[in-house]
């Protein structure tokens, strides 16, 4: 039978209790504050994470750019066909291919964005007229894809998921890229401004209808938008380091609601879109008429020229 405590004795147990008490507070304190900080630190392991993601995604190198656009851009000769090179590696400048524009085809380079209603009713205006001379080999048309227009599709950077399918067209299936060209630009397909723009899936769906066929490989091309940073680096090269491929002294229009011209003595660069280069030299319609009186100047000039070198080396051999 236990004995009977003391006043001192109950004194000290319950001294002794307390203690027991506080040590058994303290060590669940120091336990949850252990807790509190190994969730505090993982959530911050998981930001660091997601941010050295974006930060990753932001800073990935280039890479290459599609197969056919070495230039930045795409040329389409006789028959519609696209002109192979190589594709654009990251680092690489782009650079003009060589022309001679003293004999014929006449050469056409063409920037735009797929968002551009400008753009959009050039094409309506002279999609298949320009389809007619590149067809026949009369003219060589290049087309430069851009997405400064980026801005006007409510987050969804429908300019640049255009141009990339476009190039992803222009690498896989080149003998659809024209059509696709003309039909993202035509007026039953191009967005407005200021709207969400074609989805993904709609992107396949009228490279379908323009003749590709919906491969796995081009879904994914499209989906991953794998071209993104190559037409990021195109709207870079254009609007700070200048136009590639201008004749010797050319100007462009500084800014077309005025038409006054860019200095002389600095790079020519991209002031807006549709931004037409005819043998080295821009088109303005107000300036030098319709683009197909142009086109037919330009080559009667070249013929011209070829005819009078005939005769001129008649002559001499004569």
């Known amino acids: 039978m236990n004995e009977k405590l003391t006043k001192n004795q109950r004194r000290e147990q319950a001294r002794e209790q307390a203690r027991l008490a506080r040590e058994a507070e303290k060590k669940r304190e120091k336990r949850n504050r252990l807790f509190l900080q190994g ?22 190198p280039a890479g290459p750019g599609p197969l056919n656009m070495i230039s930045g851009g795409v040329t389409f000769s006789k028959d519609l066909e ?14 003009a291919p060589e022309q001679d524009w003293t004999k014929s085809p006449v050469d056409i380079t063409i920037y735009v964005d797929y968002m551009c209603p400008a753009c959009g009713n050039f094409e309506q205006q002279n999609g298949d007229m320009l389809e007619q001379y590149v067809g026949s080999g009369d003219v060589n048309l290049t087309v430069f894809p851009l997405n400064f227009l980026d801005g006007q599709s409510l987050g969804t950077k429908y300019s640049t998921r255009a141009a990339n399918a476009f190039s992803c067209v222009v690498e896989e299936q080149p003998k659809n890229a024209f059509a696709y060209h003309n039909r993202l630009l035509s007026k039953e397909v191009q967005p407005a401004e200021q709207t969400t723009g074609l989805t993904d899936d709609q992107l ?79 088109w303005v319609e107000g300036r030098d008429g319709s683009l197909e009186e142009y086109i037919l100047k330009v080559k009667g000039e070249l013929e011209g020229s070829a005819d009078q070198k005939k005769e001129d080396t008649a002559e001499a051999a004569g």
């Open 39 to 60: 969730g505090i630190a993982l959530v911050i392991i998981a930001v660091l994470g997601v941010v050295a993601l974006v930060l990753s995604q932001s800073m990935k």
């Open 82 to 95: 696209v002109v192979k090179t190589k594709a654009l590696q990251d680092g690489e400048t782009r650079k």
């Open 204 to 282: 396949v769906e009228n490279a379908v209808a323009a003749g590709a066929k919906g491969t796995t490989e081009l879904k994914q091309c499209i989906k991953d938008q794998r071209f993104a940073p190559f037409i990021n680096a195109n709207w870079k090269s254009a609007s700070e380091t200048g136009l590639q491929g201008l004749a010797e002294g050319t100007q462009l229009i500084n800014d077309p609601r005025v038409g006054d011209l860019q200095p002389a003595d600095e790079p020519q660069r991209l002031r807006s879109t549709p931004t037409v280069i005819i043998n080295g030299v821009q």
